[in-house]
């Protein structure tokens, strides 16, 4: 059974229909925010976990949405080892682009939208000012290249009904992440060193989850174009500076947190120097942006520390 919270679509006894949302990736820290979101509004929705749906087999998503019959799918589902798709290029490839590809055509053919997830890693990461959604892309490595293919994918299908959202910094419960890394270590280490060269936006899945909602209700109303949307808490710091905050907030000295630069951690693939994203689309959309990462953080903390209270039981 899929691991969403309710069955297919049907017209209800009155000759209405109600609109299905159908999750990708479902089981990964943001699906699960996205259907939780879902849940809260009382949509009708399915969760279809990697497991239940590989999204690069062709007759696997076109059985899918015959099945479900979504008016709308969003796609939580990606390769997003980084390091991994250096050497692994094709099949990283095949997640990330051919899945979302095939995806946008069962939408396309069915006439449903399509809320695609995306990465800041489509860009060089070497800019100096917030990318707007419109700025060229030049990816430094294979997951960028993979992801931004899965776009061009997406909007060359459903240019009216295609939304890519792109993230960065991602964290939130139930998932591997940054800020889980920090609270572990703050237990464990007298110092921690972290960059202090890389600048991004920490974002909280939760918040990510609530505008992928947000601009699908919108879609699915007619209020918004399709395109590119950039999915991002409002501000600016680096690793050290979110590790910094992290240890205030968990009543730690700060101080025990140490900057370091890229080189003392060497990865296989790239990272981005600069991967601070503009918002202007979600204003064109008369959708507000999400709120500052720090205030974002600070409503987060009392959920980390339980979701970590409740997986050590």
């Known amino acids: 059974m899929p691991s969403g919270f309710a069955r297919p679509a049907r017209d209800d006894e009155q000759g209405t229909t109600t609109t299905t949302w159908l999750v990708t990736g479902a089981g990964g820290m943001l699906g699960r925010d996205v259907l939780a979101r879902l849940r809260r509004d009382g949509e009708r929705a399915v969760g279809l976990a990697r497991g239940e ?4 087999d062709a007759d696997a998503v076109r059985e899918a949405v015959a099945v479900h019959r979504p008016g709308i799918v969003v796609n939580c589902a990606a390769w997003t080892a980084v390091d991994d798709a250096e050497a692994h290029e094709a099949e990283a490839l095949r997640v990330n682009g051919d899945g979302p590809g095939r995806l946008a055509e069962a939408c396309a053919k069915s006439g ?13 990461g070497d800019g100096t000012a917030p990318y707007a959604e419109d700025a060229p892309t030049a990816p430094r490595g294979a997951y960028g290249r993979t992801k931004l293919a899965g776009e061009r994918a997406v909007l060359a299908a459903l240019p009216q009904a295609g939304y ?8 939130g419960a139930g998932g591997g992440n940054f800020v889980d890394t920090m609270i572990r270590l703050e237990s464990s280490k007298d110092t921690v060193d972290v960059v202090d ?15 992928l909602v947000r601009l699908g209700q919108a ?5 918004v174009p399709g395109g590119i949307y950039h999915g991002t808490s409002g501000g600016e710091t680096t690793w050290f500076g979110l590790a910094r905050e992290v240890f205030r907030l968990l009543g730690a000295d700060p101080g025990r947190v140490r900057p370091t630069t890229s080189d003392a951690f060497v990865r296989p693939a790239p990272r981005p120097a600069y991967s601070v994203l503009g ?3 979600w204003r064109r959309a008369g959708i507000e942006p999400i709120r500052p990462w720090r205030e974002a953080l600070e409503a987060a903390f009392p959920v980390l ?4 209270k409740g997986s050590a039981k």
């Open 197 to 211: 060269d890389q600048c991004g936006q920490p974002t909280w899945t939760v918040d990510l989850a609530d505008r």
């Open 112 to 124: 449903a939208r399509l809320v695609h997830v995306s990465t800041d890693y489509v860009f060089a």
């Open 164 to 171: 890519v959202v792109r993230t960065a910094w991602l964290y």
């Open 53 to 56: 749906l590989d999204i690069a």
């Open 219 to 223: 879609a699915l109303d007619g209020g």
């Open 279 to 281: 918002h202007e689309g």
């Open 305 to 308: 520390l339980d979701e970590r």
